[in-house]
């Protein structure tokens, strides 16, 4: 394995209890040279590291297990905003990337990246889910508390992910912000997509450090295709920052230049939105960045957003941007209400099982060789009833 193609790690902390699991083990050979604390005593190891600075977690790596199931809905599941039913699959938390407006800086009590050694009961939790509701298509992913590819080098969690999901009814998508994909399998094209979130390189290079440019990410979308994935993009934070319009206007042209909207699943909007005790982490961490100076109001699940007649402006033109070029890709809005939905596209969907099966639909048209069932009327039904 190339060493570069893995984050510097200054540190390993092995749970004593996770010290027999066979990914454990393997971490440890690949990191072979890196010290390691074995930890005996994890309730006071965990109040200990509560205070390192995120900057220095960010380089040392908490080898545990994790109590409790692996997959779980998306945090925006049951909040005042349309939710699409999404699935998360939290097998790490943090990643070693750092962008400034990154939720998790005061998200998660333990500041390691933290990679769970105890993944062999994950399969079985997919499949039980997809038997408890066998009407409907559930989409789930890597990507909400990490980057999905940033570690996966050394974790290998999203190949053995991949094997297992082939061909099942369901989606699986590997979020990232890296170009790390060499080491993933080969696929016959069909329910696997890689996603990537993009931003204009002049807000990637001030906000998204230790990310890859544009230019890097959109190249190895290009090269996931031809390794059978499918392709999703999320513009997510939209930033409002100096010359957005221009900047994402670009943006659009680049990506729709760069690949084929018949293979790109979906594409997500979400503006720039984080918990007002987040701001003072931000500005700490990062004195230079700019994303705090704009104005926010406090949304209803209490995090600060751009007003909204700022946010229905940046979607609508970023939204135009999209739709000028690809027609029939769906786009969706993270975690906004049907107000923003409708003055942004004239139409809104009628509550989270209607936007869950909005995008069922959409992919049994769209990708019919997956040979979706269709998506049942009734789960429609019990929103628009
Ligand atoms: S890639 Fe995602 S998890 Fe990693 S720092 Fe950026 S926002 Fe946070």
Request: aromatic residues 10%; contains cysteine; proline residues 6%.
């Amino acid at each position: 394995m190339n060493s570069k193609s893995i984050p510097r790690i200054d540190h390993i902390y092995l749970d004593r209890n996770a010290a027999r699991s066979p990914l454990a083990k393997r971490i440890l050979r690949t990191l072979r040279g890196i010290p390691v604390t074995l930890v005996t005593n994890k309730n006071a190891f965990l109040k200990k590291i509560e205070k390192i600075p995120l900057t220095t977690g960010k380089r040392n790596l908490w080898l545990t297990n994790f109590k409790g199931a692996f997959l779980k809905p998306c945090p925006a599941t049951g909040t005042d905003y349309l939710c699409c039913g999404y699935r998360i699959l939290n097998a790490q938390t943090h990643c070693p990337l750092d962008c400034t407006y990154c939720i998790l800086q005061n998200y998660l009590n333990v500041p390691l990246i933290t990679v769970y050694v105890n993944t062999g009961n994950i399969a079985r939790e997919i499949d039980t889910l997809i038997a408890s509701e066998p009407r409907r298509l559930f989409r789930m992913g890597t990507g909400e508390l990490t980057d999905s590819l940033a570690l996966d080098r050394l974790t290998r969690l999203n190949e053995t992910l991949i094997r297992h999901v082939l061909g099942k009814k369901m989606i699986l998508e590997i979020k990232t912000k890296t170009a790390q994909i060499d080491h993933l399998p080969e696929i016959p094209k069909k329910n696997v997509l890689i996603s990537w979130s993009l931003n204009p390189d002049a807000f990637i290079r001030t906000e998204e450090h230790r990310t890859v440019s544009l230019e890097v990410r959109l190249k190895a979308a290009r090269k996931a295709l031809k390794k059978g994935y499918r392709l999703g993009f999320h513009f997510d934070p939209l930033l409002m920052l100096p010359g957005w319009k221009k900047q994402y206007a670009e943006l659009l042209e680049k990506l729709t230049s760069a690949v084929p909207e018949k293979e790109v699943m979906w594409i997500s909007l979400g503006s720039l939105r984080y918990p007002s005790s987040l701001k003072k982490v931000i500005e700490e961490r990062f004195p230079k960045t700019k994303i705090t100076t704009a104005e926010f109001v406090k949304g209803l699940d209490g995090k600060m957003r751009y007003f909204r007649p700022e946010r229905v402006g940046l979607y609508r033109h970023v939204y135009s941007e999209v739709r000028k070029r690809w027609k029939d890709v769906f786009v969706y809005f993270c975690m906004e209400n049907s107000t923003v939905w409708r003055e942004v596209t004239g139409d809104a969907p009628e509550g989270n099982d209607h936007l869950d099966y909005l995008f069922h639909e959409s992919l049994v048209r769209r990708f019919p060789d997956l040979k979706l069932p269709a998506p049942g009327l009734s789960l429609y039904r019990q929103t628009a009833s």
